[in-house]
């Protein structure tokens, strides 16, 4: 009984979690005014592509999800290397101020975004960067959420690992390539999936630095589907849909990492 009940939630939730993405689905192959239907209608009649081909009419959208896709992929692979040799520098070199340090550098996560982008801007300006790709990647090339997750997978790496790899004469470069990387991979999975979300979500910072049409990415180019005075919902939610794709693929991926990720984080 007991098991079912469990079951059941989990669907329940499942079923809230999905109904979104499904009424998104719906309501980009509704034809015209049928999407402000009320009550709205699950099963539209005429339902078509033809928001999908607007879409691709309407935006040069394959260059916008080459912009995106390449940024993402960009931002997250720097991530992942700055990450991880930087959670290996915490959690298994001492040097003086290591926890101080270590403990400025979460303080970081505190700091929202729009607090950092004046800064920023003017940092991008005084480069000569603004509106170049450069400036879209340079603020996520580090991450302090990635140093923290990282260095706790470090951490759960047995150090005797390490001194059977200084016995072979192993240096820290190779304990870190070698060693200690491979055992780490449900986490680096897990933190790619997390940066390369918030790259390919990622809204504002390119909003103020970008100004030419060909820099756009995903998230801007979706927001001028917006009219002034009118929206056409279903290239909106065509475009919705079409921006999950990359994520979910991401993900079926990734997934056994992420779920062995989780496994070891409950493991005493």
């Known amino acids: 009984m007991g098991k079912a009940v469990k079951y059941a939630v989990v669907g329940l939730g499942a079923l809230v979690m999905l109904f979104p993405f499904a009424w998104a689905v719906i309501t980009s192959i509704t034809p015209g005014e049928a999407v402000l239907a ?7 009649e005429g339902a078509s592509l033809a928001a999908y081909a607007k879409l691709l009419e309407t935006l040069p959208f394959w260059r916008i999800v080459l912009n995106s896709l390449w940024i993402g992929v960009a931002s997250t692979a720097l991530q992942l290397v700055t990450s991880a040799m930087a959670a290996y520098a915490f959690a298994r070199l001492p040097f003086p101020g290591r ?8 303080a970081t996560l505190m700091m929202p975004l729009p607090v950092l982008v004046v800064p920023l801007f003017i940092e991008m300006r005084m480069l000569g960067l603004v509106d170049t790709y450069f400036a879209l990647l340079a603020p996520t090339i580090a991450s302090a959420f990635g140093v923290f997750l990282l260095r706790q997978a470090v951490q759960q790496v047995p150090r005797e690992f390490d001194e059977a790899a200084v016995l072979d004469g192993a240096g820290h470069f190779r304990i870190f390539a070698y060693v200690v990387l491979p055992l780490i991979r449900p986490a680096l999975a897990t933190f790619a999936i ?21 820099f756009m990415t995903l998230p801007l180019g979706l927001a001028t589907l917006h009219g002034q005075f009118t929206t056409e919902w279903d290239v909106v939610m065509a475009g919705s849909v079409v921006s999950v794709v ?8 990734a997934e056994k990492h992420v779920i062995a990720s989780v496994a070891q984080s409950g493991l005493k």
């Open 38 to 44: 009320v009550p709205p209608d699950f099963t539209p």
């Open 99 to 106: 926890g101080a340090l270590f403990a400025v550098y979460l």
């Open 194 to 214: 997390f940066g390369f979300m918030a790259s390919w979500n990622s809204y504002l910072w390119p909003l103020i630095i970008i100004k030419s049409p060909e």
């Open 246 to 253: 990359p994520i979910l693929v991401l993900y079926v991926f």
